[in-house]
């Protein structure tokens, strides 16, 4: 399982969870959605739930994605996988994007 933490306007919006079957959940933090003052963080990720699943990485993610030769080039250099497209999000989407959101790989500690 991966993990990332969605920031918009550089504060915490959700949690982005890659499960270990491939799938994704995008999951509003509880004082995010409940707030009134908080806008959903996309147009096809309202906050009338809070919790969205999916077998592939949603839209609005994949959107943030760099393309063609920027891909090949961060691929290369980071030694990600071209179809790892949750690690490249992390890699790629964590200072400067278009946009409000960003994207903070949230590091795993293994327990002993």
């Not at 270990?20 to 707030?35: E, I, K, L, P, V």
């Not at 806008?39 to 739930?49: A, E, F, G, N, V």
């Not at 990600?80 to 994007?97: E, P, Q, R």
Request: aromatic content about 14%; overall charge neutral.
């Amino acid at each position: 399982m991966r993990q990332a933490e969605v920031l918009y306007k550089e504060r915490a919006a959700g949690t982005l969870t890659q499960l270990d079957d491939g799938s994704f959940t995008f999951r509003y933090n509880d004082a995010w959605y409940t707030a009134t003052d908080t806008p959903s963080i996309s147009l096809t990720l309202p906050k009338t739930k809070q919790e969205y699943t999916s077998k592939h990485l949603f839209p609005f993610f994949y959107n943030m994605l760099p393309e063609g030769a920027n891909k090949k080039t961060v691929c290369f250099e980071l030694r990600i996988d071209s179809t790892d497209y949750f690690g490249i999000l992390m890699a790629t989407a964590k200072y400067d994007t278009i946009g409000a959101i960003q994207i903070k790989k949230i590091e795993q500690h293994e327990s002993s």
